[in-house]
């Protein structure tokens, strides 16, 4: 069967009653979570993965993640407009005009060029979805293990290099996810690691836990830390100016292009190895500023400045399920989150799922189609509701979160333990968000970490011990010079600032001797 008759198939599916209530309830929790200060996509989606062991229909439960992920993108572009709060720092370049058009009575608009850009982008980047996911699996077909391994560790180090501020604080932040995933018994040899005598950590730590206590514990203790420093109202709607009232003419005519252009920049980052939206939506944002013929409006609400980014927040996403449903490589916070659900299911994203499981794939994939055009036809009517939702005591707001989370976890693991253990990385987690440490590369080393690990031991078992296999094969070895060039990439910028500064040097030093 073809692509579009796969498609197609998919579409059988989730138009299903019950598959379509999955969705508008994905899209709408998405939302109503998504709109708190403060909370992102991946924070979303790790406070309601305990859900997940109740329900036994896989397929229902990707739909609805894939509506709360929608939902939650569409509620961290309203706080950032209406509260200058962004949920997570893809949304830090929608914040920076969005609320500044909010502030000149503007918000309807921000909104809902946010709005139609993420239907946009979300729509046009499933198409291309649609079109490279069985190219791509197939040929996944083709790696070994010792590929499996140099991808992952790209995809650990391009994160970590790329995304975070500093490379010494993501280096050490992976190294934690590395410790977490390594804890428990050894699946080859069946000796303990890392559980310090202890019983409960035989089993190791549960990846769920793990995000649960990150995201949903950690996140909520800093931002409830910071209360007295977020805004305390939020910016009101304006009346709207008669019909349906968002957008002008002259908005439309604006926001059209940073739309298309902001998809195209998107996509393509959302797919490779560094994964994430942080990067195309400043680029997005820089470019609109750079070529706008509205550049004074800049910094004061302009509206191409809340469209590109937006735009380019949403194709992302659907570029990062590239690498994610074809070689189960997660390349950002969220598509780690979502590894974790397929784990749940006992389902392992690779080439092969879309031979063991074309139902859930396709389904999957048709699920992003529907949720954008819920997202659209709920989420506009519903705006002054979301607004609302937005005036709920923060107090209340951030102890209900902690008290769902650890219901959550305990719900899931019927164990007193685990909800310790939660607590504690999540204490760990705050510490960290204060010392500006990353949480991403902690939660891709805790789930990419042992599959790594059984990747390059597998590697030796078949090469004999021989380490030069890593080198020899062709497709390895340029994976692997990719992870040394991710590395060196932060440091480009001084390399280039240095080598300039020298060739001045030399050039003032010449000019001298000639005087001379």
């Known amino acids: 069967m073809n692509v579009f008759g796969d498609l197609l198939s998919g579409f059988g599916t989730v138009l299903e009653p019950q598959y379509l209530l999955y969705a508008a309830i994905g899209v709408t929790l998405g939302t109503f979570v998504g709109v708190l200060p403060g909370i992102g996509p991946a924070l979303t989606i790790a406070l309601l993965l305990p859900v997940t062991f109740n329900l036994d229909d896989p397929i229902g439960t990707f739909i609805m993640f894939a509506g709360i992920y929608y939902g939650a993108m569409y509620g961290g572009s309203t706080t950032s407009i209406l509260l200058n709060t962004p949920g997570e720092s893809a949304s830090v ?80 932040s992976l190294s934690l996810g590395l410790f977490l995933g390594l804890v428990g018994l050894d699946g080859l040899t069946g000796q303990a690691r890392f559980s310090f005598g202890t019983l409960e ?60 252009r902001g998809t195209a920049v998107g996509f393509p980052f959302g797919a490779l190895p560094s994964g994430g939206a942080d990067i195309p939506t400043f680029l997005s944002y820089t470019y609109e500023r750079h070529r706008s013929k509205n550049k004074a409006e800049f910094g004061k609400g ?20 590239v690498p994610l449903l074809t070689l189960g490589i997660p390349t950002s916070a969220t598509a780690a989150v979502m590894l974790a659900a397929f784990q749940i299911f006992n389902l392992q994203p690779g080439p092969q799922l879309f031979d063991k499981s074309p139902e859930l794939v396709w389904a999957l994939i048709a699920s992003l189609y529907v949720g954008n055009v819920l997202l659209l ?9 979301w607004v609302k939702v ?55 080393g805790a789930i990419l ?26 497709l390895t070895a340029v994976l692997l010079s990719l992870v040394v060039l991710a590395v060196l990439v932060p ?26």
């Open 93 to 172: 370049a929608t914040a920076i005009e969005g609320y500044q058009m909010a502030r000149r009575g503007r918000a309807r608009a921000a909104l809902a060029t946010a709005a139609i850009g993420s239907f946009v982008a979300g729509t046009i980047s499933t198409l291309l979805l649609t079109l490279f996911a069985r190219p791509v699996a197939a040929l996944a077909v083709e790696f070994r293990a010792a590929d499996y391994f140099a991808l992952a560790l790209l995809a650990m180090v391009a994160v970590t290099a790329l995304v975070g501020r500093s490379l010494v604080r993501g280096l050490i």
């Open 302 to 321: 302009a509206i191409e400045g809340v469209a590109g980014p937006e735009a380019a927040n949403n194709a992302a996403f659907s570029g990062v399920l």
């Open 377 to 385: 036809a709920l989420n506009l009517p519903l705006i002054r509701l």
């Open 201 to 260: 950590l035989l089993d190791g730590i549960d990846v769920v836990v793990i995000i649960v206590g990150l995201f949903a514990i950690g996140e909520t203790l800093y931002v409830a830390s910071r209360l007295r420093q977020l805004p305390e109202h939020v910016t009101p709607l304006e009346p709207a100016r008669g019909g349906f009232g968002w957008l002008s003419r002259q908005d439309w005519a604006r926001s059209w292009r940073p739309w298309l």
């Open 449 to 474: 970490g042992p599959m790594m690990e059984l990747q390059f031991r597998r590697t030796l078992v078949l090469s004999n011990g021989d380490l030069s296999v890593f080198v020899t094969r062709p």
């Open 390 to 444: 937005l005036q709920i005591p923060r107090p209340v707001l951030y102890a209900g979160i902690l008290v769902f989370a650890t219901l959550g976890v305990y719900a899931a693991s019927a164990d007193v333990n685990q909800v310790l253990i939660a607590y504690g990385i999540g204490v760990l987690g705050f510490f960290m968000r204060h010392y500006d440490f990353p949480i991403a590369p902690v939660i891709l």
């Open 491 to 516: 440091y480009l910028p001084r390399i280039v600032a240095r080598l300039r500064g020298r060739s001045a040097a030399s050039a003032q030093r010449l000019a001298f001797g000639e005087d001379d």
